[in-house]
């Protein structure tokens, strides 16, 4: 048991030691730059204001005409583009990459980036994407049984399945590198990511009940997930690593003896199986060609039992055994579309593991949460889902995108200092403080002559010394010193950006700072502004 224990303990460690020299290429990859993990793109750190297709619409390069420019119209930079398993191996061993090609020359045109996701053997937990081939082939391909029945779902411990899935996975990337990999005419890397499946899980049950499944439930917790948790015991996800201690801390036994009786093992249990799956089927792919990996996470809301949603997705919960399963993903992705949205990207931005939404809800509700995502928890990037049916020039959305889109080389630089701060405010939280450059900012929904905003969000970074500039709409800021003298409003400038270049617009006072009493954004529209503020005894 001590020699498993060891063998599990090393490859735990050698995870560590391939992702970091991953990251050593020109390609788009992940890099740690400050407090901030970035994904760098021709050397440079790029943030995706980006938006996820519809399911079908990527299948043909027809109805994807019009919709770039519409896109791009809406200052999206990037779109998350599936891309399913039977139309790229229709026929087994014959790969067909007129639509990636398509695809990839469209997003050039419209000067488009794309993420593709790869949508193979799983979608929302199914397997509709599977193609036809293996859908027919149950023998080969192995299902998922729950209550005695078979279901449209390919068993993760089907190796044939992860083998053949990965063999296509690799045929993809081996040819996105020879598309996309170096310069073609004049355009480099437009694919920054992929996306591993969509969505995985069990549903209908908490865990798989085939044969193969009931028999690895029964045996050993393998020691490289438990050596693994041991590793990192101070980081761990604290519900999990209070389920551990709860049944022993055992660095050997059975799921259940590890993990205790009910649906919580059923959960990690699968967790592991498809992490081990999936990070075998991205490490594949990152073999012919290494870029950003992650998955993506459909979230249940509280007291939800695992088989309402995909049992063994990567939730907060269980993403450590998703990490001790091997070192091909590179992040993990909650598909955000519950109300409690600050809290849920805590708890993926956390240790090590930076913040991306590759779904989350759009118009509205997504103009005010890409703040709160992109300026307090540094993310590498946003994409409400179903952008195709919401592209329009009224979309606030796009205008979000507009003002953020001008200030992401400094949002960048300020993610990386980790002097940035982003914030949603309503009627149940109308106030949030920050502490930057020796000054407490104290923001509050806006309120002018008795009226006040409904709601309000921004961002806000330091500008030089005694300066800041702020992005948003519908808060109001006052400043004081931590320490000498007091601190007043100086100079507010409404502006913009023009090629990294402030171009000053209005000189605001009287009642556009409510006579210098407030660094003021009003909620009739998004602006971007600087204040520079005085000192006095
Ligand atoms: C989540 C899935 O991942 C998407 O593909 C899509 O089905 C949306 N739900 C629909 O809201």
Redesign the pocket.
């Known amino acids: 048991m001590k020699n498993r224990t060891l063998l599990g303990l090393l490859l735990c460690l050698g995870i560590a030691v391939l992702s970091v020299g991953a990251q050593q290429n020109g390609r788009p990859h992940l890099e740690k730059r400050g407090a901030a993990t970035q994904l760098i793109v021709d050397g440079q750190p790029f943030l995706m204001l980006s938006g996820?297709l519809?399911?079908s619409s990527s299948s043909n390069l027809e109805y994807m005409k019009p919709i770039w420019p519409k896109l791009a119209a809406m200052n999206l930079n990037t779109v998350v583009t599936?891309l399913s398993w039977e139309l790229v191996e229709p026929v087994e061993g014959k790969f067909d990459f007129a639509l990636v090609d398509g695809l990839i020359d469209q997003a050039r045109q419209a000067h488009e980036r794309i993420v593709f996701?790869w949508?193979a053997s799983w979608?929302?937990g199914m397997s509709s994407y599977a193609p036809v081939w293996v859908k027919q082939d149950t023998r080969r391909f192995t299902r998922v049984v729950e209550r005695g029945n078979e279901v449209e779902i390919l068993s993760p411990l089907c190796t044939a399945a992860a083998e053949a899935d990965a063999r296509a996975f690799a045929a993809l990337m081996r040819h996105i590198k020879e598309v996309d990999g170096t310069e073609v005419d004049g355009s480099t890397h437009t694919v920054l990511m992929m996306q591993v499946e969509?969505?995985v899980g069990v549903l209908g049950d908490s865990r798989d009940r085939s044969d193969a499944a009931n028999q690895a439930f029964a045996g050993a917790v393998p020691a490289q997930l438990t050596a693994c948790l041991a590793a990192h015991r101070d980081e761990l996800y604290p519900e999990l690593r209070e389920l551990w201690d709860a049944n022993g801390a055992k660095s050997a036994g059975t799921w259940t003896e590890v993990f205790g009786e009910g649906e919580r093992a059923d959960e990690i249990f699968m967790a592991w199986q498809y992490a081990r799956y999936m990070q075998g089927v991205a490490a594949r792919g990152k073999a012919e060609y290494d870029i950003p990996m992650y998955v993506?996470t459909?979230l249940p809301s509280d007291n939800t039992p695992p088989g309402d949603y995909p049992s063994g997705g990567s939730q907060p919960r269980v993403v450590d055994v998703w990490k001790a399963a091997g070192p091909g993903l590179d992040f993990y992705s909650p598909?955000l579309?519950l109300a409690n949205f600050e809290e849920w990207c805590k708890r993926y931005h956390r240790d090590g593991n930076p913040l991306y939404m590759?779904?989350t809800r759009g118009a509205a509700a997504g103009a005010a949460n890409v703040f709160y995502a992109l300026g307090e928890e540094a993310g590498l990037g946003f994409s409400p889902?179903?952008i195709d049916s919401e592209a329009g020039d009224a979309d606030p959305l796009g205008e979000s995108y507009k003002a953020l889109a001008a200030v992401t080389p400094l949002l960048l630089e300020h993610q990386s200092a980790g002097d940035v701060h982003g914030f949603l405010l309503d009627k149940e939280r109308s106030s949030a403080d920050f502490n930057v450059n020796g000054y407490t900012l104290h923001v509050t929904l806006d309120s002018i002559f008795g009226g006040q905003a409904e709601s309000g969000f921004g961002l806000i970074m330091a500008d030089g010394k005694d300066g800041f500039l702020g992005v948003g709409k519908g808060f109001r800021v006052t400043f004081s010193a931590n320490s000498g003298p007091h601190a007043g409003i100086g100079a507010v400038e409404e502006g913009s950006f023009e090629n990294g270049k402030w171009i000053a617009g209005r000189r605001l006072n009287g009642d556009e700072d409510d006579q210098g009493g407030y660094w003021r954004f009003d909620q009739r529209q998004v602006r971007t502004q600087k204040i520079t503020l005085y000192r006095y005894e």
Do not use: S
């Open positions: 996820e519809h399911n599936p996701l949508l979608k929302n969509n969505e993506n459909w598909d579309y590759p779904e889902f179903g």
